[in-house]
Each structure stands twice: as structure tokens, then as C-alpha cells.
């Protein structure tokens, strides 16, 4: 099916893209496309034009200063999973970002587009809440700067105001005695996440003393499982602790869990917990 026809704006900049935005009323930003053009041919968006954003300069790379990683929004998945700089700073988002769907995907797909389009199947929106990382944004009255934790609003809803840009996204540095890991139930057609779990735990003196653990997949927005981080901290994870923990995976979640055709929602709520597991498992190896 093709997409209806569709004014089409390449923004050289992104004050022009911003402009460009303010100028057409339900347009669209075009980054990789990999999103936005297969809504476009099953006619479920319809914007009034595509703003290209994709040969913006500076909105593609990835920086670190002190520990921090800046990474622009228009950086490929593929960049992300393959950099030194991510690979040790932050494995599970390299990790995460090389589980994304196939080669293709990951060499159009860009971290900002992901980010923006919140696609609750998608995996590094449950990576970045857990990171704790903030998004940049310009718009018509500047920058400005949001957090993960209150990015993601809802299905295919952010706290992007219509004529905003996400510029980059901010992970701060990890502690020491920090690992992290991100285990996933990929959907076997598209490897869009079924269940994605995200887990970080910091050890010291043998203890767990902090822990953040995200789940993705299982409802609209990413979700902080607070029953389990709050079962973790202050114990040794050692394999008891943490299949104690990972079975309160479902706790936080309510009753809005998807179920579809693939993974009833009581599937989804079961496995979760077999994920976060593996998730908790693979983070406390890494934090030594
Ligand atoms: C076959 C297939 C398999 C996939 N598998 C996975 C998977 O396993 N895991 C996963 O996480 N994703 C998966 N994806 C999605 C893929 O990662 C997309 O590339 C990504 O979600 C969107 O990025 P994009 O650059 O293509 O954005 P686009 O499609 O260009 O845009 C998506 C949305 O974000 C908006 N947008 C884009 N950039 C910006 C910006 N800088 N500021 C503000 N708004 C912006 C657009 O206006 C649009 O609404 C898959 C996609 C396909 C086609």
C-alpha cells in the first residue's frame, strides 16, 4: 500500500526544522523513517508533511565528557551498538541497541526516532528510563531538557511538544561497582520487544545498595518495577535474592498488560519475571 501524497521539507538545520514545524500544522520530522513510513502506507499517520531531518548537522555522534555520554538524536542504532565508548560506559544499551530488529533497521533506525515515536515494543525507551538519561529539545522558545522518567506518557506519547526537536540524549556516568544488562523476549518476525527488561545494580561489600529495573513491552510506557528493586537493595545476589525479587516482575505493572494474537497478558506477566531474571543475573556479574 502507498503512503497519501505528502509535501516534503529538508531541514538544513535544526532552528529550520523547528521553523518548519511551526510553519506546517500536523507535519511530521522524517529521521530514519523506519517508523513513520510503514505507519504511512497503512494510512495509520497522515501527516500534512514530512520535515527530513536526516542531513541536519551535529545531531549525529557520539561524545563523552567525564563519564557522561552525549549521543545525538539522529545517531543509527548500528552506531551505538558497535561504539567503544558505549560498550564500556553503558553495555546494556549497546547490547540493547544491537538487539533491534535486523541489519537494515540498524543502520536507518536512530536513537532519537525510537525515542520519539514510543512504540511500547520498543527496546531503548526501557534502557534510557533505567539509565536515568535526560532528553535535549529545542523548540520555538529554545532548549530545554527532560527526563526519561517523565518522557514516555503513554502509547506513542511523549512529553515532545508538537514543534519540538530531541536534539540528543544524556546518560550520566555509572558508579563503580555499577553493571547492567538488558535481557529480551524478541517477537521472532520482527524482534520488536515482547518483553524487555532492563536492570542495573551497583554492589558494594558484597550487597546490592542500589538497583534500577525497567520493564518494557508489557504496557504502554516503559515501568519502574519498584518491588523488585526494593527486594534486591541491601542483599547479596546470590541466586535466591534475586528469583525472590524477579517474582514481584509484575507487581508494579496494574491491569493494562497487552495481550495480542503472539503473548496473551498472562503469558506476558509469567515470563516477565524468567527476563528480569536474567536481566538482575547478567547486571550482578558485570558489577563484579
Ligand atoms: C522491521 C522492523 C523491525 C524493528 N524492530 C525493532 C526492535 O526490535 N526494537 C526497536 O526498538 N525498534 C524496532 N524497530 C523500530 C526502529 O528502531 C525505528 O527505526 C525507530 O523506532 C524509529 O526511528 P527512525 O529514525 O526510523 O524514526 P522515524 O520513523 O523517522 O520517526 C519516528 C517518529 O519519531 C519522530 N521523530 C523522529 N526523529 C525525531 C526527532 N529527532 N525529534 C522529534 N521527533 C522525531 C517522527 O516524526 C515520527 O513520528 C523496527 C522497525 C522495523 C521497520
Not at 144 to 154: D, E, H, K, N
Not at 233 to 257: P, Q, R, Y
Amino acid at each position: 500500500m502507498y503512503s497519501a501524497s505528502v509535501d516534503y521539507y529538508r531541514a538544513g538545520s535544526v532552528a529550520e526544522a523547528v521553523s518548519l514545524l511551526q510553519q506546517h500544522d500536523g507535519a511530521k520530522l522524517l529521521a530514519g523513517g523506519h517508523s513513520l513510513i510503514p505507519l504511512m502506507k497503512l494510512r495509520l499517520a497522515e501527516p500534512s508533511a514530512l520535515i527530513d531531518i536526516g542531513h541536519v548537522s551535529g545531531m549525529k555522534g557520539i561524545e563523552q565528557s567525564n563519564g557522561v555520554l552525549k549521543i545525538g538524536a539522529l545517531t543509527p542504532h548500528a552506531d551505538i551498538a558497535s561504539s567503544d565508548a558505549v560498550q564500556q560506559a553503558s553495555p546494556m544499551l549497546a547490547e540493547a541497541a544491537a538487539m533491534i530488529g535486523d541489519p537494515q533497521v540498524r543502520n536507518r533506525g536512530t536513537i532519537g526516532g525510537n525515542v520519539a515515536h514510543a512504540d511500547p515494543a520498543s527496546d531503548l525507551p526501557t534502557v534510557l528510563t533505567a539509565l536515568g538519561a535526560t532528553f535535549g529539545v529545542t523548540g520555538p522558545i529554545g532548549e530545554r531538557s527532560i527526563p526519561a522518567a517523565g518522557f514516555f506518557q503513554g502509547l506513542m506519547s511523549t512529553a515532545l511538544a508538537a514543534n519540538e526537536v530531541l536534539t540528543s540524549v544524556e546518560i550520566p556516568a555509572s558508579a563503580s561497582g555499577q553493571g547492567s544488562a538488558y535481557s529480551k523476549f524478541s517477537h521472532p518476525a520482527s524482534r520488536y520487544a515482547v518483553i524487555g527488561a532492563a536492570a542495573i545494580v551497583t554492589v558494594s561489600g558484597g550487597k546490592c545498595t542500589a538497583a534500577s529495573v525497567v520493564l518494557g513491552g508489557l504496557v504502554s510506557s516503559p515501568t519502574r518495577a519498584a518491588l523488585v528493586e526494593a527486594a534486591l537493595t541491601g542483599n547479596a545476589l546470590d541466586e535466591d535474592t534475586i528469583a525472590t525479587a524477579a517474582a514481584n516482575a509484575s507487581d508494579d505493572l496494574g491491569d493494562d498488560v497487552i495481550g495480542d494474537i503472539f503473548a496473551s497478558a498472562e503469558y506476558r506477566r509469567s515470563v516477565a519475571t524468567v527476563y528480569v531474571g536474567r536481566a538482575i543475573t547478567a547486571a550482578a556479574v558485570r558489577a563484579g
